[in-house]
């Protein structure tokens, strides 16, 4: 009976959650300008459209692809050194860098947003694509720092303990036995920086100023104005990237480890 | 202390150890300079003092606090409009983080109990919602909530509000400002603004609470459930108790995201609820153009975030403490 109500429960759960999306993804298939629910006049076109034909859209699109990869790969590279010093001394001093680095994901975004404002405005890099990769890239430095100390704390520290007896360097070290082993959760970090980089608008609105735009702001800047189905495009194809993304990390890495799970059971 | 630990900083050459320092000052700089640097320019500029028509000017006045607290024209009348804002802020961030802290809980709880790959499965299927812009999300609940299509549409054609004016249900929503003359309506109002909030934030309750509830021992609820407690005793005596402070924690996660939501505000709430984040929007890039108040503004709702951040951390590492 409790296993029952248990399962409808997670059941119901899961039919909330979907449901938003589910209608926004079935809108891209109306045939007209208009969402519509149900699609009336189902047709693929928007997709055309949305990857290939429009060039608002397409240039939106490669803006989001640049934003994403560049910041993501930024806060990969700044994450490594900050979570290796931490995990490596524990010193107090990288602890205070780590939450240092951790400040601005933490906040709300729109402070940081509009504090990136100022900053780039001072900076002359207000409006530019750089900008825009630098801010993501420190707005999401947390996450690959969280996954790569838990890739950390992870190494095996008896395979440490051979390398040094047999006189490894810290470099041969690093590079044999920890960059292996941390690799999937380096990855993990990543692809979760890509993501939200992708999904992200209200700081990119402020550093962009209008400037350029990602798909996110080309969607937040038209809301007034009403929604098309070519919108409804972005969302399928937003939510694709994500399933893939998370479902790799699933695959070949441990997500629920990585979300914090105990270790002991299975 | 292991032996790579005691052996590791003597075989390391000068050479390496520089290239070490050299990254290290380079990244302290980063940091702060990115990190820092632009909650430093919101303070300072929120001192500051607008040009008409020519932006604004370094200044250190209190006028942008002065007008935030008891409006423009002090001491001759005051005004709380943009303390109400705040309030709103403040409201709709509580009750959204405390709904989606209750609905998840259970949910929590239930998957942690399923086997390692559904696990997997529900991560992978909550973290790609988790990560889906707010402007879909919104889209998304707008046209579940509008007016010509989704329910109101859908309760007119079903027969469910008929229904509802013979049982005089009808009246009742009316008066919670759910429905017009003619049909209920959600937008704009409270709920959707509440429940668009509470969903989006749905999916990182249950990943906050997950690490908690998936170390919590099985055996603790099993001894009780043999020695003859009911589900609902175990879940009030040995559940709860044991994840209280990540409950809390959590929840405060979750208020301090919500004070910044803005898109949901802007859609769904009525102009005269609007939250202090669409007025910082307004003041900076917006209508009013006023970056000098907006800033002020962003300051003010973050030291509520910080003040609520730093309540949170003490309660997560008293209930590491305490595991």
Redesign the interface.
Known sequence: MGRVFGHLFMALAAIVVALPIVIVCSAALNGGRTMFFPPQDPTLARFGEFFFSEPVWTRALSNSVIVALGSATLAVLMAWPIAYALWKTGSRQSAMLAGLGSIPFALPPIVFGVGLGFFWSFLGGLGSIWAGIISHAVLFLALPLVTISIGLQAVDRAHLDAAATMGATEGVTFRTIILPQTLPYTISGFFFALVLSFNEFIVMFFVSASAFSTVTLQIFNSLRNGYTPTMAVAAVAFITVSIIVFSAVARWGDLPRLMGADQSRN | M???AQ??PM???PP?LRW?AV??LL??A???L?????????LL?SFGHKVEGAGWDWAFSSENYLRFFVGANWPAETTSLYLGQLYWSMRYAVVAAVLAVV?AL??TY???RQ??RA???W???????L??????????????LSNN??LPMLFAASGVTDWLKDTGWFDVLRDWGLANPRNVKFKTSEFATVLTLS?LV??YAV?LL??AL??LDPSLAEAARTMGAR?WTVARTVILPAVRLPLMGTTLLLF??L??A??AI??FADPSQHTT?VS??EN??GSTLN?PF??AQ?VV??VA??AF?VLGQRLSRKSQGGA
């Open positions: 292991t032996v790579a052996i590791g075989a390391e050459v390496a070490g990254v290290n990244l302290w980063i940091a702060l990115l990190c820092l640097v632009p909650f430093g320019l919101v500029i609905t259970p949910f239930l998957m942690t086997s390692r696990q997997a499965r991560l992978v299927f909550l973290l790609a919602t990560s889906l812009s707010e402007v879909f999300i919104v889209m998304g609940w707008d046209i579940i299509s989704g969903y749905w999916p990943i997950y690490p998936s170390r589900p301090v995201f004070l910044g803005y898109v802007t859609v984040a910082i929007y900076v890039r970056a907006g800033a962003s709702l973050l975030a910080g951040l």
